[in-house]
């Protein structure tokens, strides 16, 4: 168990309707670092994230985030406490420049200065500022995305699949900046390149199923036997 986690899932249940996904998963994330969450595609681990995030309702089971229950808050109140979620699809305005984007990020936190902070983080997007979101390259969505999140003053950052569609050289800039961003502010990565996922979390939970079937140190898990077993195709 971790000392006084930022946030705790004790025995979650959720889905999508009828068709439940998530059975009785648990998890905890530091206050400060990074988490990654692994697993075959269709695991439930996007459905993990909206659960917490309050895109689904859980079914059962509990939600505390920094010293509250969330578990039925509104997906807004949520966001408002702290909890930032980029999602799979960007979740970007592809009809307003980068510039407006970010604005809007800011405008939620009043951190209209953040902006400095984010062009320093993704320095590409500094040329992009007046550019539509939509004709941006996947890494520079991606970074948009972020940089929005984070211009939220998020306890938390949950990320899925950050790299998804990005270019190779983007996935490591991108890689470091959440190693970066790590050490200031608790992240839960979710993705699909297992050696980035490790190189940036200290934690490891693998998922099979809707449940959690490894969890520990990535080193530990790592070089568990069983780790291939669950996410080989």
């Known amino acids: 168990m971790l000392d006084s986690p930022l946030l705790s899932v004790d025995q979650l249940c959720s889905g999508y309707g009828r068709s439940q996904v998530l059975f009785g998963l ?34 059962s089971g509990a939600i505390q985030f920094n010293g509250k229950r969330i578990d039925r808050f509104s997906m807004e109140k949520r966001a408002r406490d702290g909890l930032g979620y ?50 941006l390259s996947g890494g520079e969505r991606k970074m948009v995305a972020i940089g929005r999140a984070i211009l939220g003053r998020p306890k938390l950052l949950m990320l899925d699949e950050p790299t998804e569609g990005v270019w190779i050289g983007v996935i490591e800039e991108i890689a470091e900046q959440l190693i970066r961003l790590s050490t200031s502010m608790s992240v839960v990565l979710v993705e699909q390149h297992i050696e980035l996922a490790m190189k940036v979390a200290q934690t490891a939970y693998v998922m099979e199923r809707g ?15 069983a780790l291939l077993r669950f996410l080989a195709p």
Request: charged fraction near 20%; glycine fraction near 12%; charge should be neutral.
């Open 86 to 135: 980029v999602p799979q699809d960007d979740a970007i305005f592809s009809g307003l420049t980068v510039s407006e984007n970010l604005r809007l990020g800011a405008s939620f936190s009043k951190n209209d200065a953040g902006i400095e902070e984010v062009l320093s983080i993704f320095p590409k997007l500094g040329k992009r500022l007046g550019q539509a979101a939509g004709t």
């Open 211 to 225: 449940r959690v079937v490894l969890s520990g140190p990535v080193a530990d898990v790592k070089e568990d036997p």
């Open 26 to 59: 648990s998890l905890e994330v530091p206050v400060k670092g990074a988490v990654c969450v692994l697993g075959r595609n269709g695991a439930g681990k996007t459905t993990l994230l909206k659960a917490i995030a309050g895109d689904l309702p859980a079914i």
